[in-house]
């Protein structure tokens, strides 16, 4: 009886819920490819074509510790020969310059092949991912329109009249106000004048370069020039003049100004002392080119400018020079 009940217990924990559960499960799981292949062929057909995008780049992570070591480089020198074995015992940092340097290069390769990568990723997927954005994005105007569509029309007639009034009045105060910024409704008043034209009874042209008159040199205009008393003065003497040169000169003096003649015809004196010391500052062979008649003219216009109370001279031009050597 003992060896008949055993197979009875065998037969019983087989036939049990439990183990019929566990075989039902595992008998699911081997043959669920299959299952879906015969049940839906367009979806078992769509995960098989899910996988990696492209081929696995591997991608450098700036934290992880590389394999060679500086000992790796000691050894390497240690193992040369020629040139670079007794420049490695002359110079004992070159292993670890030349290992520092070795690493710099692997990092900026491996820096490299990840933007690389980065950049590839991105070439791919940035359509794709701008096409889903846009497709959402048209997919929630859509939406929104027909939900307000939907309130719109679930309205009553006055409620809808009342909507409609206020986009017209809205519409037209926008309208109005773009008119009135610029100024079609309200004429704007020129604060400044721009120009004499609009206020003149004619206008004309000219040739900036041919119909200038210049107001000072015009025979129109005031000529306030003085003709100073003649000077007799030393100069000093150069290489190629004898030892005591000298210079008899008359000048011109112009002023925009009738105030500044007065002033130079009532301080005279002063001023033909001041010319007098001026021309006694130069050599001959200064007053005896056109160059230096020019840097005497210039000098002595300086020098009177600094003295006068009323205005300021012109121009100061030679009449008459007579230099002996």
């Given at each position: 009886m003992a060896e008949k009940d055993i197979p009875t217990k065998v037969e019983d924990n087989e036939n049990s819920p439990e183990a019929a559960a566990e075989g039902e499960e595992l008998l699911s799981l081997e043959s669920l490819d299959s299952i879906l292949a015969e049940?839906?062929?367009?979806?078992?057909n769509s995960l098989n074509e899910i996988g990696p995008d492209g081929e696995a780049v591997e991608i450098?992570?700036?934290?992880?510790?590389?394999?060679y070591a500086l000992e790796d480089e000691l050894k390497i020198w240690q193992e040369a020969k020629g040139l670079k074995r007794i420049a490695g015992r002359i110079l004992p940092f070159l292993p670890k310059v030349s290992y520092q340097l070795k690493m710099k290069r692997t990092h900026l390769r491996l820096t490299w092949i990840k933007w690389k990568a980065e950049f590839r990723n991105f070439q791919q997927n940035a359509v794709p991912i701008t096409?889903?954005?846009?497709?959402?994005?048209i997919k929630s105007v859509k939406s929104n329109l027909f939900s307000l569509v939907s309130s719109f029309q679930s309205f009553s007639w006055p409620k809808k009249l009342a909507v409609l009034g206020l986009l017209a009045v809205t519409g037209l105060s926008g309208v109005f106000l773009?008119?009135?910024?610029?100024?079609?409704?309200f004429p704007r008043e020129e604060l400044f004048v721009r120009s004499m034209g609009s206020w003149a009874t004619?206008?004309?042209?000219?040739?900036p370069k041919k119909d200038l008159d210049y107001f000072y040199d015009s025979t129109r205009a005031a000529q306030n020039v003085v003709l100073m008393k003649k000077m007799i003065a030393n100069l000093r003497p150069s290489e190629t003049s004898g030892p005591n040169p000298m210079g008899a000169f008359e000048f011109y003096v112009e002023s925009a100004a009738?105030?500044?003649?007065i002033e130079i015809k009532d301080r005279s004196p002063e001023m033909e002392d001041l010319f007098l010391r001026t021309i006694e500052d130069m050599n001959f062979d200064e007053l005896s080119s056109g160059a230096g008649k020019r840097l005497l003219c210039e000098r002595?216009?300086?020098?009177?400018?600094?003295?006068?109370?009323?205005g300021k001279v012109r121009r100061v031009f030679i009449k008459t020079a007579i230099i002996k050597p």
């Open positions: 049940e839906d062929p367009e979806f078992a450098y992570d700036e934290g992880s510790e590389l394999k096409i889903s954005a846009l497709k959402g994005l773009l008119k009135l910024s610029r100024g079609e409704f004619a206008t004309y042209q000219y040739d009738s105030e500044v003649v002595l216009q300086r020098e009177v400018n600094k003295v006068l109370t009323r």
